[in-house]
């Protein structure tokens, strides 16, 4: 079954639950024309069923290949990609001044949801060389930009991102990647790389590599990483490519999906010399890869939403078409289609419903951090990067996470065929499985949540989102809509549970961290569910308001994830507050 984007639904969560179109009234986005948004969607839409969606099959079925160093990408990638960029679609939210289209960070956001849906793999791809462009953009020299961000922008070249190496997973700082300072003020590299992704591939002549490294002279730990940008071809001073630099994939693995999406394990200096150019200071390399990494971090939570999306469309389509079993109250012949019975409906709104949750939270996320940089006002600057920041983590975490649980209900509701490859099912649970792992563990996305975010200025910037979204709740019970039914009163609780479990973890952040970390992951779902259902009730209470004739099913969908949904944020509060010494006195159990 093909995929079609839900613009629709798209276009409310990013215009009303994620804020944007307040953004752009309050003036936070100079003269962007918001009306422009749909038609970019639609378009995206449309090259995502057309081009994207069918190669999903062929590229997990066919991988790629590794041979002399050179990877081959699964049959009509290239040309895929080629349409890609001939289309602009790489360079959607680039900067205007090197050929981007300079749309805001929020309507790339919906698109990057609509490639991974449609082709997660694939837009794997471009989701890194977006990062890349933002590292580079922040903190590279004029010269560097001058010769690459044109090139990444328009997509002619792609990006990888590489810090991790055998030691060095999520302990970045373990590093020993090798980089030793030239006459001419360029850098040798040494070392090996792994999991790469894109490290090799046949789209493009020419790659940069984004590689994390140590001088002879560094200070041990993160405080002593560098950023080098490596291509893979050097290029000449009238911009054409010279000779090939000694960055080389070595090896690629074989994994449970993303097929199509090299894994390439990189060695650097291994066939003569690996010739690097330093990004921002030296030392200074972690305070450049944030910027790329908050990037994808947001970029991976996507790939949660669209996959989350695609396997519910797809269960959605089958639950309609096979048949079993009489539905309660049925009188006649024959069976019904499962649809019908009250369980497979309440995995297809379970699925619905985290899916809208967790792509708002994404777009609200992509809003924070556009204001960030685009609003004249310093203040809305540096609230909304606090409010970016916060929000990075849970986009990224609570959003992969129901990925998976979203995927996998897809395989249920397919039945046995949900486990057999043919009906497609299988891949999307496959596909996701990966997204909580990379770009910084969904467990290290929770312990930045309480350690980092939390516990910035005191957790003033929770405070000022529960007073948003307690505004929100408000709303909704002055609405009297019967339709909510207790809506209003379940999200009422939960704020109430986000904000005791903030208080409890701030309290011992510091003098009990053991404690603490033992419930950031619990208090990472807390904070996602209830964000997610009170940004569903805005979305509702828009629809509403702009008595949109579909509104009742917005209602609904509000009111299905909060008496559902939000409703655990109760005992979430009580594994956070109450679940510690458990936890840590797990010894006994585990080694005993
Ligand atoms: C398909 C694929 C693509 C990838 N692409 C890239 C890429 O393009 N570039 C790149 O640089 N890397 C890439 N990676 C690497 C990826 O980012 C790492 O696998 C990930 O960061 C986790 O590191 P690790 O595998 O070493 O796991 P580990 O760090 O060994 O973690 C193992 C487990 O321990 C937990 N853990 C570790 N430390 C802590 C801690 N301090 N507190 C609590 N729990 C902890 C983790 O949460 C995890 O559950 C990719 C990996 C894969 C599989």
Redesign the pocket.
Known sequence: MTYRAPINDILLALNHGAGLKAAVEAGHFGDFDADITSAVLEEAGKFATDVLAPLNRVGDEHGIKLDDGKVTTAPGWPDAYKRWTDGGWNAVSGPESFGGQGLPLAVNAACTEIWSASNIAFGLCPL?TLSAIEALDAHGSAELKQIYLPKLISGEWTG?????EPQ????VGALRSRAERQADGTYRLKGT???????DHDMTDNIVHFVLARLPDAPAGTKGISLFLVPKFLVNPDGSLGQRNDIYASGV?H?LG?HA?P?CTMTMGDRGSAIGYLIGEENQGMRCMFTMMNQARLGVGLEGVGIADRAYQQALAYAQERKQGRAIGHDGNGSDAIFAHPDVKRMLMQMRALTAAARTICYATAVALDVSVRAKDAKARGEAAARGALLTPIAKAFSTDIGNEVASLGVQIHGGMGFIEETGAAQHLRDAR?TP????????QA?DLVTRKLAADGGASVWALLDELKDTVGRVEASNDPAFGTTATKLHEALGALERSSRWLLERVTSKPNDA?AGATPYLRLFGSTLGGCYLANEALAARSASAGDHGRYVALARFFAETITVQTSSLEKTVTEAADAVNGADAVLLG
Do not use: H, R, V
Request: charged share 15%; proline share 0%.
């Open positions: 890194l990888t991102m590489q810090l991790t060095a997973g999520s302990d790389k792994i999991f790469i992704t894109y490290g693995e994994k993303m999406s894994t990966i792992i990379y770009e910084g563990t969904n467990g290290i312990i970390l």
